[in-house]
C-alpha cells in the first residue's frame, strides 16, 4: 500500500505557534455569553461543542444506568436458581439493559457525543450546517429516553421482550411495551437527524483547502455512520410503529392467524438492527485511526484504504441482516448468499485491523492512555470480530445461534469496540474539551484492568455458548456454573476499572494540570485552536489546511505529557 | 454567531430527509410485495370493495395541490409574493379536500365492518383479504398523517411568507415544504394503483 503524498510546510506558519504552551486556559466556549443565565446558555445553545458535552454527560449517565443492570444480571446468573430476583424481574432487567444500552448509550456514543465536539472542528468549520436541528436532535434524545424512563413505571410493568422487539411475543405481552417502541422511535428519528446533519456538514462547511482526502479519519467514519443513520433507521422507525399499530389498533400484519407472517417482522427488524451495529462500531473505528498515529509519531498506513472501508462497511453492511435468522426457517439459498455476504464484511473490517498495526510497526510510540485504549480496541475487536465468523457461517451458528457465544461475541465487538473507542476519544480528546489532563498513570492503570476483566467477563460466555448454554435463561443446569462464576467476578473487575477511570478523568477535570493546545502532538486542525477552543472556533478566517491529518513533521508533543 | 445561509445546503437537507421518508414508507411496500406475492387471489378479491371513482378524484385532487405548491414557488421566485401566498392557501385547501374524501371512504368501511381488529372482518374473510385491509389502513393511514403534517408546514410557512422572512430572495423553505408536498403526492400515486386498481 503506497503512501499518500501530504503537503509538507514550515512549522512556525500554523497558528499553533502563537498560542502559550503552559499556563491556565481560558474558558472559551465554556463562558458563558453576557447577558445570559448559566443553565439557559446551555439548554438553548446551538455551538456544537456543548451540544455534544450535552450528549456525552447524559450518555455516561445512562451508561452507569446500564452497567448497574449488567452488573445485576451477571449477580443473578452467579449460582442456578433464584440469587437475587425472581423471573419477571430478570426477564424486564435484561430487556431494560438491552434498551438502555443500545439506543441511549452505544448508538448516540461517539457520533453524538464526539462527532459533535470534533467533527466541525476538524474541517475548519464553525458549526455544524443546522445548528438548531442539532439542538433539536438532542431535545428529542432526551424526550426519547424520558419516555423509555416512562415506560418502566407505567402500564403493565417493564417490557420483557428483549431489545429485538420480537413478534408474536411484544403482541400479546401484557407489558409495556407500547411506551417502549415509541421512546426507540423517537430516538431513531434523532439519531436520522444528526446523521443527516453531519453529511450536510461534511459537504458543505469544509475548509476550502480541506479536500476529501485530506479530512481525518475520524470524519470519514463519522461520514460513512451518517449514511447508514439516514438509510437504515428509518426502517426501524416503520418496524416499532407496526408494533405500536399491532397492539393498538390490532392490525395483525405479523399475526399468522389473520395471515401475517411473524418471520417477516424479523426481516424489518435485523434490515435496521444489523446495520446498526456498524453506526456503533465505525466511528469508534475511525477514533482509532485517528489516535494511533498520533502515538506512533507515524503517517498512519493506508489512509486511502481505511476511508474507503469505511463506506465499504457501510454498504456490506446493510446486506447481511438475515445473518441473524439463520435458524429461522429461511430457504437454504437465502442463508448461503447471507452467509456469503457476512464473511465480505469481514474484509474492510480487517483491512483497518491491518494499516492500524502497520502503522504501529516501526513507529516511535508513546504509550499514553489514548494508544492504550485503541491497543485494547484491536485485541478485543479482533477477538469479536474472529468469534463473528463463527456465527456468521451457517453450519456453525446452527450449534450456537441464541446461545451465550452470542453473548460473548456482541459484548466483546461493543464494549470491547465501541466502548473502548469512547473510552479512547475521551482521553484523547479531554485536554482539548477541558484545557487540562487527568493523570496518566492511573489512566492506564484503569485500562489494563479494564481488559483484564472484559476478557474475564465474556470469554466464559464463548466456552458456555459451545457447551449450549442458551441466553437469556434465567436458571441453569449446575455444569454450567463455575465459568458463570468466573464471568460474575469479571464483571466486578470491569467495575472497578470503570470506576477507576471514571474518578481519574473526574479529578482530571477538577485538579489537572493545565496543558497547551497540542499535548499529544497531533496533526489535525482541531489541535490548532487554543485548549478549551473559542465559541466560533476559528472565528471568520477560513483556516488554512496547510499539512496532511498525520504529517508530524515539525510537531512536539507539549511537556505535560513528556 | 454569524446567520449562516447555504440554499445548496438546505436543499441536500431536505433531500436526504425525503430519502428517509420514502425508506420509511419502503418498510411498508416490502410487507405490501411479500404478501401480494402470497395472496394474489385474496389482494384482488378485497381490492373490489374499494371504491374506485373516490380514488381517482383523491389523486386528481392531490396532484392538482402539488401543481399549485409548484406554481407558489415559481410565483415567489418572481417576487409574486401575493399570487405566491394564495396559491399555498390553495395548496393547503386542496389537501383538505383530500382528507375529508379519505374520511368518507374511511367510515364506508368501517359501517361495514372492515376495520384493523374488527370481529366480523376476521369471521367473514380470508387471511389474505385481512392482510390486504390491514396494509391499507396502515398505508393510507401513514400517508394521511403526511398529509397533515404536510398542511402545517404549509401554514407555518404561510405565516413566514405573510411575515416577510420567506421572500423573493430567500425561498428555500417555500421550496423545501414543496419538495416535501410533491413526495406526499408521489407516495400516493404508488398506493392509488397498489390498492385501488389491482382488482
Known amino acids: 500500500m503506497a503512501e499518500i503524498p ?157 431489545w429485538t422487539f420480537y413478534v408474536p411475543f411484544s403482541a400479546t405481552t401484557s407489558t409495556n411495551v407500547n411506551v417502549a417502541v415509541l421512546a426507540v422511535f423517537i430516538l431513531g428519528f434523532s439519531s436520522i437527524l444528526t446523521g443527516l446533519n453531519f453529511i450536510v456538514t461534511i459537504h458543505r462547511l469544509r475548509a476550502p483547502s480541506m479536500g476529501w482526502t485530506r479530512m481525518p479519519l475520524f470524519t470519514w467514519g463519522l461520514y460513512a455512520t451518517a449514511w447508514i443513520q439516514v438509510l437504515a433507521t428509518p426502517v426501524l422507525g416503520i418496524t416499532v410503529l407496526l408494533i405500536f399499530a399491532e397492539r393498538v389498533l390490532g392490525l395483525g400484519l405479523f399475526d399468522p392467524a389473520r395471515g401475517g407472517d411473524p418471520i417477516l417482522y424479523q426481516h424489518l427488524f435485523w434490515i435496521y438492527s444489523h446495520p446498526a451495529v456498524y453506526i456503533m462500531i465505525v466511528p469508534a473505528m475511525g477514533v482509532i485511526s485517528d489516535v494511533i498515529p498520533v502515538f506512533a509519531r507515524k503517517n498512519i498506513f493506508g489512509y486511502k484504504t481505511i476511508a474507503i472501508s469505511s463506506l465499504a462497511i457501510a454498504f456490506a453492511g446493510s446486506l447481511v441482516w438475515a445473518h441473524h435468522m439463520f435458524v429461522s426457517g429461511m430457504s437454504d439459498v437465502a442463508v448461503m448468499v447471507f452467509s456469503l455476504l457476512t464473511f465480505i464484511v469481514a474484509i474492510p473490517s480487517a483491512v483497518k485491523v491491518f494499516n492500524w498495526v502497520s502503522t504501529l510497526y516501526k513507529g516511535s510510540i508513546y504509550l ?40 460473548g461475541h456482541f459484548h466483546y465487538v461493543i464494549f470491547g469496540g465501541t466502548g473502548f473507542g469512547l473510552f479512547a476519544a475521551m482521553h484523547f480528546w479531554f485536554p482539548k474539551v477541558y484545557g487540562r489532563l487527568y493523570n496518566l498513570k492511573i489512566a492506564n492503570v484503569a485500562a489494563v484492568i479494564l481488559v483484564i476483566g472484559l476478557n474475564m467477563l465474556y470469554f466464559p460466555m464463548y466456552l458456555l455458548g459451545l457447551e449450549g448454554m442458551p441466553r437469556r435463561y434465567y436458571d441453569y443446569l449446575p455444569q454450567y456454573t463455575d465459568l458463570h462464576v468466573v464471568s460474575t467476578v469479571g464483571s466486578w473487575i470491569t467495575a472497578a476499572g470503570l470506576a477507576l477511570m471514571a474518578w481519574n478523568l473526574w479529578r482530571g477535570l477538577r485538579h489537572g494540570a493545565p496543558c497547551g493546545p497540542n499535548p499529544w502532538g497531533a496533526a489535525t486542525l482541531e489541535w490548532t485552536l487554543p485548549s478549551p477552543p473559542p465559541t466560533e472556533n476559528f472565528g471568520p478566517v477560513e483556516p488554512e489546511v496547510t499539512r496532511g491529518p498525520y504529517d508530524f513533521k515539525g510537531i512536539e508533543r507539549e511537556e505535560v505529557v513528556a | 454567531m454569524t446567520i449562516h445561509r447555504d440554499y445548496t445546503g438546505s436543499k441536500m437537507g431536505m ?73 399555498v392557501v390553495l395548496t393547503i385547501a386542496f389537501a383538505g379536500v383530500f382528507l375529508v374524501i379519505k374520511y368518507f371512504e374511511w367510515t364506508a368501511k368501517f359501517h361495514h365492518g372492515i376495520y384493523p381488529g374488527s370481529a366480523e372482518l376476521a369471521a367473514t374473510h380470508a387471511p389474505g383479504e385481512i392482510v390486504f385491509y390491514s396494509l391499507y389502513f396502515a398505508m393510507t393511514g401513514l400517508h394521511a398523517v403526511h398529509v397533515i403534517v404536510g398542511m402545517g408546514l404549509l401554514g407555518f410557512i404561510l405565516a413566514r411568507m405573510r411575515a416577510g422572512a420567506v421572500n423573493s430572495t430567500d425561498f428555500v423553505f417555500l421550496e423545501n415544504g414543496g419538495l416535501y408536498w410533491h413526495l406526499v403526492d408521489l407516495i400516493w400515486i404508488y398506493l392509488f394503483p397498489l390498492f385501488y386498481l389491482i382488482a
Open chain 1, 6 to 162: 501530504m503537503a509538507e510546510t514550515p512549522m512556525a506558519e500554523t497558528p499553533m505557534a502563537e498560542t502559550p504552551m503552559t499556563g491556565t486556559p481560558d474558558g472559551g466556549f465554556w463562558t458563558t455569553p453576557p447577558g445570559r443565565s448559566t443553565l439557559g446558555s446551555w439548554l438553548l445553545t446551538t455551538d456544537h461543542k456543548r451540544i455534544g458535552l450535552l450528549y456525552l454527560w447524559c450518555i455516561l449517565a445512562f451508561f452507569a444506568v446500564g452497567v448497574l443492570l449488567g452488573l445485576l444480571i451477571r449477580l443473578e446468573l452467579i449460582a442456578p436458581g433464584r440469587t437475587i430476583m425472581a423471573q419477571q424481574t430478570y426477564n424486564a432487567v435484561f430487556t431494560l439493559h438491552g434498551v438502555i444500552m443500545i439506543f441511549m448509550v452505544v448508538i448516540p456514543s461517539i457520533p453524538a457525543a464526539f462527532g459533535n465536539i470534533v467533527m466541525p472542528l476538524q474541517i475548519g468549520a464553525e458549526d455544524v450546517a443546522f445548528p438548531r436541528l442539532n439542538l433539536f436532535s438532542w431535545y428529542l434524545y432526551i424526550l426519547g429516553a424520558a419516555i423509555a424512563v416512562v415506560s418502566l413505571f407505567t402500564g403493565g410493568g417493564a417490557p420483557d421482550t428483549g
Open chain 1, 368 to 407: 499514553d492512555p489514548p494508544l492504550i485504549y485503541s491497543l485494547g480496541f484491536i485485541f478485543l475487536f479482533s477477538m469479536g470480530g474472529v468469534t463473528g465468523l463463527v456465527l456468521g457461517g451457517a453450519g456453525t451458528d446452527v450449534h450456537v445461534h441464541d446461545t451465550y457465544f452470542v453473548v
Open chain 2, 15 to 87: 433531500w436526504i430527509f425525503l430519502f428517509t421518508e420514502i425508506l420509511l414508507f419502503g418498510g411498508l411496500f416490502v410487507i405490501y410485495a411479500a404478501y401480494h406475492h402470497r395472496y394474489p387471489e385474496e389482494f384482488h378479491h378485497a381490492s373490489k370493495a374499494l371504491d374506485t371513482a373516490m380514488g381517482t378524484v383523491n389523486t386528481v385532487v392531490l396532484i392538482t395541490s402539488s401543481l399549485f405548491v409548484a406554481m407558489a414557488v415559481a410565483a415567489l421566485r418572481r417576487a409574486e409574493d401575493a399570487r405566491a401566498r394564495l396559491l
